[in-house]
């Protein structure tokens, strides 16, 4: 068997990086595109629908493909530290590719709005982690203030090579299927990885490699919905906390992909996130945490509103893993119960 060797040395030529760039890599990307063809049975029985499981990186979110590159290239440069905000999975990855480059890394992030499971990640590698007693949008405002010094290398989606990165999960996408899919459905926060599935579909397709693209469709949280409304939102809320940012820093390249692409962007409410995550959990067995949900809750949304054609392919993105937020899948649940360790007390709480 030929080992997946990561995201640079995979698709090499479609990155910027030389035979000197040292590689930081954790083995990111081959990521599943699951049929969901029990949700297609149950909801959409005229399409067919792929999720790209992007839970299955190595720090369990997207975050990897365009931290291998941005960190390879910091080492490159000489920086002697990395920094980033993060609603939480920016910070987990470049934590841990940090650590596996031997550099330092601060991280900047919303206190109590980040989920337990990037909290820990971050910790766990060894960053430095600063909790603000403010929103995303402010934390990134103070780390673009304080990476101006060159030895601190910013890692937000500011940093043109996580975009390079992310774009792999396109062509990903489109080895997997053998062509695009007719639709593209993501969920959006910063706005970078749509901006990057973009630049990835189109690349493949001068390159050869596929000749259509998708239209891409981009899925906010309602009270965190500033492209949807075309205005920066103060105070950004909602359930899914990885999205909950108020002013993208690739505002302008989303609008771009959704223009060309023929896409769109709209909003979902939290309810709708909390119903999609758990049918995905309970109907197709797969565990996404709740912003990545957001894209199968824009799906369902997208099928009441207009026709989606006999046999239209269509993939969401599920952006990050559920492991992520526990908290919000316990509170989703009923209470486990509790038995006397017996025989007859088991039986007697079975439903069967
Ligand atoms: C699971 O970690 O912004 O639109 O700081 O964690 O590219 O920002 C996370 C974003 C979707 C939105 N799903 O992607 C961060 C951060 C999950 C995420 C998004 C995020 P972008």
């Not at 650590?99 to 601060?106: Q, S």
Request: charged content about 20%; proline content about 6%.
């Amino acid at each position: 068997m030929i080992m997946w060797r990561g995201v640079i040395e995979e698709f090499r030529k479609f990155l910027p990086i030389d035979e000197s760039t040292p590689v930081v890599s954790l083995c990111e990307g081959n990521t599943p595109l699951i049929p969901a063809t029990c949700l297609a049975k149950q909801l959409f029985p005229q399409i067919n629908l792929y999720l790209k499981f992007e839970g299955a990186n190595p720090t369990g979110s997207f975050k990897d493909r365009g931290m291998s590159l941005a960190v390879s290239k910091a080492l490159e440069k000489g920086a002697q530290a990395l920094m980033c905000a993060s609603t939480g999975n920016t910070s987990a990855s470049a934590a841990a590719y940090g650590a596996k480059a031997g550099l330092p890394v601060y991280v900047l992030v919303p206190m109590g709005k980040v989920a337990l499971g990037k909290l820990a990640q971050a910790m766990a590698h060894g960053a430095t982690v600063i909790q603000i007693e403010g929103n995303f949008d402010q934390a990134l405002g103070i780390v673009k203030e304080l990476s101006q010094d060159d030895s601190i290398e910013l890692v937000n989606s500011l940093n043109p090579y996580r975009l390079e990165g992310q774009k792999t999960g396109a062509m990903e996408v489109s080895d997997q299927l053998g062509v695009a899919p007719d639709l593209h459905i993501l969920p959006v926060g910063n706005a970078g990885n749509i901006s990057a599935y973009w630049r990835g579909y189109k690349e493949y397709r001068t390159a050869g490699q596929i000749h259509a693209l998708p239209q891409m469709i981009g899925v906010q949280a309602e009270g965190a919905a500033p492209l949807v409304h075309g205005r920066v939102v103060e105070d950004p809320q909602t359930i899914a906390t990885a999205i909950r940012i108020g002013n993208p820093a690739s505002w302008r390249l989303a609008v771009q992909a959704m223009e060309e692409s023929n896409g769109r962007i709209f909003d979902v409410s939290d309810e709708e996130i909390l119903h999609a995550h758990a049918l995905l959990a309970q109907v197709e067995g797969v565990f996404c945490e709740p912003a990545s949900a957001a894209s199968l809750a824009g799906l369902v949304k997208l099928n009441q509103v207009s026709h989606l054609p006999e046999g239209t392919t269509i993939v969401c993105t599920l952006t990050g893993h559920g492991l992520k937020d526990p908290d919000t899948a316990m509170k989703a649940s009923p209470e486990p119960l509790t038995v006397k360790a017996s025989r007859d007390d088991v039986s007697a709480a079975l439903r069967l």
